[in-house]
């Protein structure tokens, strides 16, 4: 009875013998797996920095572009009839990777606000996600809506020619519209953009303003390609200015990972060295205990 009973109280003590020694297993495991994901971040964080000076040079001369796209619309001051624009297309500009903070959630937001805004006017609403981490957003809620999605941006600096392909399947899609809107990240500054969007205008739009009327004749084709080009040039602005903004909320985004990544790696090589220490303090007690019992 002696002998089972000291057999229980023994086995216990030897199981937490073995769970102290052993506890440190699953806490290097963790230490290691987190320091290789800080040198991951830390390298994306150096090649963000880079995508980002680049993005940041071709800025410039982008705006441009749209800056000379809009200098008609405010000039003549088109505006779509209330009564009449029933029609209305919002083109969202994010690209396929993610990483990179707020950057497509907030185009996303953005999109949703206008979409109930025009439903509840009575408007007929379709969107063009340009790419695809948009569309995964918008697809749950607002499906109904989207007519098409343009994949592969974002992997390579944004082109005029990439810019033209999107206008292209926009003005080829059989969709109407009255007016619409262009919704992208405006670039500020390094640790900051801001949710903007452009006017669109469809030709019938432009041809039937009654501020036109202060211009000379006008041909029809000239008035056409000026709004395909224009529709261009925004499309390339909206692009250029997501990309910057992307490629600075990572090497943001990629930074503080690495930092998290830092307090981490302190906290539990502080836990590992405690749960070490008490580990050898417990073996030399035990060994300078059954030394002295002999």
Request: hydrophobic share 40%; with cysteine; proline share 2%.
């Amino acid at each position: 009875m002696f002998a089972r009973s000291s057999a229980l109280l023994f086995a216990p003590q030897c199981a937490n013998d073995r769970l102290s020694f052993f506890s440190l297993i699953p806490v290097t495991i963790r230490l290691k797996s987190i320091k290789n994901i800080q040198k991951i971040t830390k390298s994306m964080k150096m090649v963000a920095a880079a995508k980002y000076a680049r993005a940041e040079r071709q800025l410039k001369p982008a705006r441009v572009y749209g800056n000379s796209a809009l200098a008609l619309y405010e000039k003549a001051d088109i505006k779509a009839p209330e009564g009449k624009a029933e029609k209305h297309l919002i083109i969202g500009v994010s690209s396929d990777r993610g990483l990179c903070g707020a950057i497509h959630s907030g185009v996303a937001k953005a999109i949703k606000s206008q979409i109930a805004g025009l439903v509840e006017s009575g408007k007929d609403v379709v969107v063009v996600n340009v790419g695809d981490k948009l569309r995964g957003i918008l697809q749950r809620t607002h499906a109904k809506h989207i007519v098409m999605t343009c994949k592969e941006v974002g992997r390579k600096p944004p082109t005029f020619t990439d810019a033209s392909i999107i206008a292209t399947e926009v003005l080829n899609s059989g969709y109407e519209f009255d007016q619409g809107s262009i919704i992208y990240n405006r670039f500020k500054s390094v640790i900051s953009y801001k949710i903007d969007k452009k006017p669109v205008f469809s030709i019938d739009t432009v041809a039937n303003a009654e501020s036109m009327g202060v211009y000379d004749d006008i041909d029809a084709d000239v008035l056409m390609n000026y709004q395909e080009f224009a529709l261009v040039n925004l499309i390339f602005y909206g692009m250029k200015e997501s990309t910057t903004s992307e490629q600075s909320a990572r090497m943001t985004a990629m930074d503080s990972a690495s930092n998290n990544a830092s307090d981490m790696i302190d906290r539990l090589t502080l836990t590992f060295n405690r749960t070490r220490q008490a580990v050898i303090t417990k073996e030399l007690i035990e060994i300078i205990s059954g030394a002295a019992a002999l």
